[in-house]
């Protein structure tokens, strides 16, 4: 699968749209600054765990790995970042 966030960072809030859903090979995450990172999903029921592996920022910010709980966003036809995952 293929993420794409509307931001440099994952956060709470930020929105999230699913390209190319039918490739379980690949999983990458692209940030607005055309930064590709691995990653990791898993669902959970009608969420989406996404971990992403530690990655550089266009800007030269280190970003360590993380993992976020993704939910449908009925509103606008996406997913949004709910909260960091424990």
């Known amino acids: 699968m293929r993420f794409q966030l509307s931001h440099t960072h994952a956060y709470p809030g930020c929105r999230v749209k699913i390209a190319e859903e039918d490739n379980q090979d690949e999983n990458l995450v692209e ?6 990172a691995a990653c990791r999903h898993l669902r959970e029921g009608t969420a989406i765990v996404l971990t992403i592996a530690a990655y550089r920022t266009a ?9 976020w709980i993704l939910l449908p ?3 606008k036809g996406d997913w949004k970042i709910k909260s960091r995952a424990p």
Do not use: L
Request: glycine share 16%.
């Open 31 to 36: 940030f607005s600054d055309g930064v590709i």
């Open 59 to 67: 800007r030269g910010t280190d970003i360590g790995e993380k993992s």
């Open 73 to 75: 966003d009925a509103a």
